[in-house]
């Protein structure tokens, strides 16, 4: 962690954004300058991995400047994943209220973030609010064709496999009310990638949680190499296709455990 490191009460019970970075020294500066402009009263944790461009020293310069900025340090390449346990852990140690998933490299506006934590304080009370691409009024911007037909797909499918009524579930522009992230078991959490951000969407519907999602514009990076990989996209599917199994053969195990239930009882009801 930097040398700069607020008091715990300086978080306490405020918002939290949590910045994973690995290589984003040119876009960094910017995207916390915007965000500190859109949100000016929430804290920002910029949970670097070792980044060979010199992301780290670039986000403790700008946390020497900041007393609301904060880094910490984690040593070499460990997964996005692991990156935003780690400052969720962060983050509710110091008693946050809200806790944000927000990427570095400008595709998630920052301006867009007070209408999730609008969202997050509304009539519906969700637990999670996802800043999503593919309800009404979301959309893409500078996307290639595939990459939209490929998230689009991944988004049904995995809507279909889980049962989960999220249209963006892969989607990482998101809020948690410290409550409800509290509650949830990270520790078990393995997940990396666009299938983490599923993982927790998911726990959060099963354990009886509202997610509500709220459209938002997505800009393709302008700088930089994106972090989509083959090796992500298999992980998802991999992953989704077994929750999906399990949860049918749980259902199944319901259904015969019910009509076994029903039989005995008309059963012992004759005799």
Do not use: C
């Given at each position: 962690?930097?040398?700069?490191?607020?008091?715990?009460?300086?978080?306490?019970?405020?918002?939290?954004?949590?910045?994973?970075?690995?290589?984003?020294a040119t876009t960094l500066p910017t995207t916390l300058a915007r965000l500190r402009a859109a949100v000016p009263d929430a804290h920002v944790l910029v949970v670097d991995d070792g980044s060979p461009d010199g992301t780290g020293d670039v986000a403790d310069r700008l946390a020497h400047g900041d007393a609301a900025v904060d880094v910490l340090h984690r040593p070499?390449?460990?997964?996005?994943?692991?990156?935003?346990?780690a400052g969720f852990r962060w983050a509710l140690d110091r008693g946050a209220a809200v806790v944000v998933e927000m990427d570095a490299d400008g595709s998630h506006q920052p301006e867009e973030l007070p209408r999730l934590l609008a969202a997050l304080h509304?009539?519906?009370?969700?637990?999670?609010?996802?800043?999503?691409?593919?309800?009404?009024?979301?959309?893409?911007?500078?996307?290639?064709?595939?990459?939209?037909?490929?998230?689009?797909?991944?988004?049904?499918?995995?809507?279909?496999?889980?049962?989960?009524?999220?249209?963006?579930?892969t989607a990482g522009f998101r809020a948690f009310r410290a409550d409800v992230l509290a509650a949830l078991p990270l520790g078990e959490v393995a997940s990396e990638g666009y299938c983490f951000q599923v993982d927790l969407a998911w726990r959060v519907v099963r354990g009886g949680g509202v997610v509500q999602e709220v459209p938002i514009?997505?800009?393709?990076?302008?700088?930089?190499?994106?972090?989509?990989?083959?090796?992500?996209?298999?992980?998802?599917?991999?992953?989704?296709?077994?929750?999906?199994?399990?949860?049918?053969?749980?259902?199944?195990?319901?259904?015969?455990?019910?009509?076994?239930?029903?039989?005995?009882h008309r059963v012992g009801r004759r005799t």
């Open positions: 962690m930097s040398d700069h490191t607020p008091p715990a009460a300086e978080v306490r019970g405020g918002v939290l954004v949590v910045v994973p970075t690995y290589d984003e070499g390449k460990q997964g996005l994943g692991s990156a935003y346990v509304g009539p519906a009370g969700p637990g999670l609010v996802i800043g999503s691409r593919w309800v009404p009024g979301g959309r893409v911007v500078n996307w290639p064709r595939h990459r939209e037909v490929l998230s689009r797909a991944g988004n049904t499918y995995t809507r279909l496999a889980l049962g989960m009524p999220v249209r963006d579930a514009t997505f800009v393709e990076r302008a700088e930089g190499r994106s972090k989509m990989s083959r090796a992500i996209v298999r992980e998802a599917l991999v992953r989704v296709t077994l929750w999906g199994i399990e949860r049918h053969l749980r259902a199944a195990a319901r259904a015969v455990v019910g009509a076994a239930g029903a039989v005995g």
